[in-house]
């Protein structure tokens, strides 16, 4: 929360800075894959991390997946399973992120970060209120890129240039049915970019 000064109006909060492993040689992998003891509900998880470096830079990359089955209110006691909805919702991502950093000299620096994602995610909601059920689906996709020079003036002052360029895109869709009679009551589709 208030973050707004650095990130602007939109950063309210959950603002993250990310330093990236640098200087690693070799690869790193890791698979994990849990299910759930009551229902249906998985989650399977890759990854693999990738990088080299040499006396004037390195270069990192990472891929990054993840599906998971939603957990059904249904599967669990404490959940009013009388109506349809997901605990968890059903989640497919897939990320890459990729950073290199290149010395000239002494003083000057050259370096880069690129990170594209997608995300597909649906969930089930129920609304006693209305006796409806609410169907709600998501894709996202972001692509963001950064690169710049650091100059080192002496050992106070460095000047650094940079520049970012970001885009993000988000489809959105949402049924609602009611549950006395199965008619759609409502839908809308967005589109945000």
């Known amino acids: 929360d208030g973050a707004s000064a650095i990130y602007g109006s939109d950063a309210i909060g959950g603002v993250v ?30 990854d693999v991390t990738a990088g080299t470096s040499w006396n004037s830079g390195n270069v ?14 249904e599967d ?27 010395r000239f000299g002494e003083k000057l620096t050259f370096s880069a970060d690129a990170l ?3 995300r597909k995610t649906q969930t089930i909601l129920a609304r006693s209120l209305f006796d409806e059920v609410d169907t709600l ?17 002496d ?4 000047l650094d240039v940079f520049a970012t360029y970001s885009d993000f895109t988000e489809d959105r869709d949402s049924i609602s049915i009611r549950n006395s009679d199965g008619s759609v009551s409502s839908s809308f589709t967005a589109h945000t970019e």
């Not at 006691?77 to 109506?83: C, G, K, N, S």
């Open 17 to 46: 800075n990310i330093i990236l492993k640098n200087n690693m040689d070799g690869v790193n992998a890791g698979l994990t894959y849990g299910k759930a003891t009551s229902g249906d509900h998985d989650q399977f998880r890759a």
């Open 60 to 73: 990192t990359a990472s891929y990054n997946f993840l599906d998971q089955t939603p957990l059904l209110a």
């Open 76 to 102: 669990r006691d404490f959940a009013d399973a009388a109506r349809p909805y997901f605990l968890l919702p059903d989640d497919v991502r897939h990320s890459v992120l990729g950073a290199v950093e290149q």
């Open 116 to 118: 594209y994602s997608t």
């Open 137 to 153: 689906g998501l894709e996202t996709e972001q692509l963001f890129l950064s690169g710049g020079l650091a100059y080192e003036i």
């Open 155 to 158: 050992d106070n002052f460095t």
